[in-house]
């Protein structure tokens, strides 16, 4: 068994130190936002986005004068792209159905698939207005049925970009605030002043957003914890260097530190594409932030065999994992541990991101080993329900109920038994003694 980096990310110690920082500036905004509420979102607005409007919230004029800017063929591939993402949505909401059945006689159990009620949506815009999150958000939730979806994106070149604006508004939004990074996220789960707090929390976002969300994970649900993009480009000969360079580059493109990672079978390949990159990274337009993605979080790994490019891959568990082989449907079979799989050289992860119709909001650093992406059935909440309808369930229940709470010593419990046994089945039972079966007691 041999692996072999050709190209390596840098040391998890210097990650680590960066996620510190991190943690230590989110804690402090959102300590400023729950002790001073409004007054603390429009500091935060004005020292990381230099924008400070009379209010956060968007009226109805404001959302139709921002979307009286979009071109008519941009609202069209906007509503093309939310469609989609709709109808695959309601697909998977179709799957999902409230069950009711008798266990035993007399016994009726079953589960209602209930929406949350309240869900604040993020959309980042500061660095590029993610146009496609609104749908994978916003619209995700309308078509589970949330009954409030309040959604809020960063000013982008001084106002809210119209085309972001118009995805949240046709996607459903009730509410929408122009407002980025901890301010946003911080406000829709603690609440300030002007803006009621939501149930959950749910969008991509930079290092930031992500450790918001986590640190305000329990005071609200979120949907996963989706932090700078990760890509993975699982490719032997089939393919060629181009379009795996392009691959790669095209998420490390989001941000300075958007991990990329290879893996192949092929040291020629492997070789070729690490050229390619170095070549196209001479005339891509995003080329300065795309660098330094490939240059402090690239891997490009080289393995003997496919069986251990499926283990490496497993145990990375990247958010978008690009597959190019000549047995696609075998990753398929045998991966377990990913955000989304992207199978075969005709596909690629941006069609995923904005328009073919599963969720782009996708687990990060390794989060792909417990969770999966959001999807409907993330605004979703299953709660059980039971109900006993003869006097003869209730009591032959009750008895095994009432034996089994005293094994572990609970007598109060027993109790909740013991009195139906007596009620509905007429047997008198000692107080705070176990049932026994009639057989026996007789």
């Not at 301010?183 to 749910?202: C, F, K, N, R, Y």
Request: aromatic content about 6%; proline content about 4%; glycine content about 10%.
């Amino acid at each position: 068994m041999a692996i072999t980096f050709l190209k390596r990310s840098k040391p998890e110690s210097e990650k680590a130190a960066e996620d510190a920082k991190v943690r230590g500036i989110v804690e402090s905004g959102l300590k400023d936002i729950e002790a001073r509420g409004d007054a603390a979102v429009r500091e935060m607005s004005e020292k990381f986005d230099n924008y400070s409007p009379d209010s956060f919230r968007l009226t109805d004029g404001q959302i139709e004068g921002l979307m009286s800017k979009v071109s008519a063929r941009d609202m069209e591939d906007i509503k093309f792209a939310q469609e989609q993402v709709r109808n695959f949505a309601q697909a998977q909401r179709d799957s999902m159905l409230d069950i009711e059945v008798e266990t035993l006689p007399g016994v009726v159990l079953g589960h209602r698939n209930i929406p949350v009620q309240s869900v604040g949506c993020y959309v980042p815009a500061g660095k590029f207005p993610m146009v496609a999150s609104a749908h994978m958000s916003v619209a995700t939730a309308t078509v589970a049925g949330v009954p409030r979806i309040i959604a809020a994106t960063a000013p982008f070149q001084g106002e809210p970009n119209p085309a972001v604006v118009a995805a949240m508004h046709l996607g459903g939004a009730h509410e929408i605030y122009a407002l980025g990074g901890i301010q946003a996220v911080g406000a829709m789960a603690i609440g300030t002043e002007s803006i009621e707090p939501v149930h959950m929390l749910v969008g991509p976002g930079n290092a930031f957003v992500a450790e918001a969300k986590r640190q305000l994970y329990g005071r609200v649900g979120i949907d996963l914890f989706a932090g700078p993009t990760e890509t993975m480009v699982i490719a032997d000969e089939t393919v060629d260097a181009e379009l795996c360079a392009t691959d790669l580059l095209g998420q490390a493109e989001h941000g300075y530190n958007s991990p990329a990672c290879m893996i192949t079978n092929s040291r020629k390949l492997a070789d070729a594409t690490l050229a390619e990159i170095d070549r196209l990274l001479t005339i891509l337009p995003t080329a300065e932030t795309a660098s330094a993605s490939w240059r402090d979080y690239g891997d490009m790994i080289v393995c003997d065999s496919h069986e251990e490019m499926l283990q490496v891959a497993n145990d990375m568990a990247y958010e978008h994992v690009q597959i190019m082989t000549d047995r696609d449907d075998w990753y398929l079979d045998n991966m377990h541990s990913y955000g989304a799989l992207f199978l075969g050289p005709r596909t690629n992860v941006a069609n995923g991101d904005k328009v073919i119709g599963t969720n782009h909001t996708l687990p990060t650093k390794k989060a792909g080993r417990y969770t999966g992406g959001l999807w409907v059935g993330k605004f979703l909440k299953t709660h059980s329900y039971q109900r006993v309808l003869t006097d003869e369930a209730a009591t032959m229940i009750g008895e095994y109920g009432s034996r089994l709470c005293m094994l572990e010593g609970f007598v109060g419990h027993a109790e909740q038994c013991n009195i139906r046994v007596r009620r509905y089945g007429g047997r008198n039972v000692p107080y705070g003694a176990a049932v026994m079966p009639q057989e026996a007691a007789e």
